[in-house]
């Protein structure tokens, strides 16, 4: 990667997940020879995040240099009651960061046309004569015809009405004995006793003795970690009967949980991008695979010359309305959305579910899988109903 100039065609303005998809998507298109700056405060060297998400194959953005992990069935528990599905031909596959980052930097430096700058964007601003300038805290001021930018402002995320955050913390742990099913994703263990919040454990085996848990809460404010990890600690001498454990990765995080938008770019030619432009699903919080075909279709817009619209991350409607049905429930009344979420699984197919989660159903399998439910919670919703 080159030393930065001063004009691009585009500047990528945070180099996460978000960022780094785009990149790759754009790399291989026909917009693969355009100029481009990378902007972030991060070298991204660090495992610091876990994606997942399902498919009945790898997606080609996936890490192709490290051990492909997945598991072919799921499971929901609410206290005694346990569910488990099996994906038939889908997977539930894991990404460990670290390598995602390694494989798409090593793709970038094969392009001398990508630049990156470490540094902290300060403010995008419309050019006067158009396109965008990039206002950087150490570096100046650089301009290109479109910003694709995925870090959120202080002030888009206090002028947002957000109602719900998935706040999360997680340890991937070795334990001396053997307690996990190395073949099945438990998505969400519900916590019996908290009757004020939805909250769950969340656990991905990597073997029968080693696996990632999270312990995840629904709130609407702060959550302190040390007694988030205090619940994990209980999990582990309770639930799985280990006193003693080796800790080898932590993880913690926060994820709106709303179908509002974070206001409004002050621009058409900065294109919001990851969880700042709604690729994270309102009710349950995945994103990965939601960025991909978001960038996707950024690509074959730009690829088209397709008017600025076409660049932005849309849903159906219908998805807006059921993911506010449920983030009602879990606002007013947290106790029942575990068994919401069981027995949804528990009437229909992990694929069928999955797919319907992914917002790749249509109207009559979304009937044909809504109608098998016990309905008077969302009845109760639906007459109390309010956008989340």
Known sequence: MQTPISTYDYIVTGFGCAGMSLLYHILNSELKEKNILVIDSSDKTENDRTWCYWSEKPLNIHPKNSPLIFWENIALSNGNQLVRKPLGNMKYFHIKSSDFYQEILEKIKQYPNIHFLKDTVIALEDHQDGGINAIT????????????????ETKDINSSPIILKQIFVGWKIKIQNDKFDKNTAVMMDFEEQNTSKTAFFYILPFSESEALLEYTVFSTDPVDMVVMEKQLE????????????????REHGSIPMTTFEFGKPQSKNIIRLGTLAGCSKPSTGYTFHNIQKHCESIVHALENNLETNKLIWKRNGRFNFYDNILL????????????????????NSGPAVLSFLSEETNLFQELNLLI??????FIKSLIHY???
Do not use: R
């Open 386 to 388: 309010e956008k989340h």
């Open 328 to 347: 009602n429930i879990a606002k007013k009344w947290p106790n029942a959305l575990p068994t919401v979420f069981v027995n949804l699984f528990q009437v």
């Open 372 to 377: 098998k439910l016990k309905f008077p919670i």
């Open 234 to 249: 209980n999990y582990i001498l309770e639930n799985l009967g280990e006193s003693e454990y080796e800790i080898t990765f």
């Open 137 to 152: 805290k150490q570096s100046g001021t650089f301009f290109a015809e479109k910003a694709f930018n995925s870090i959120p």
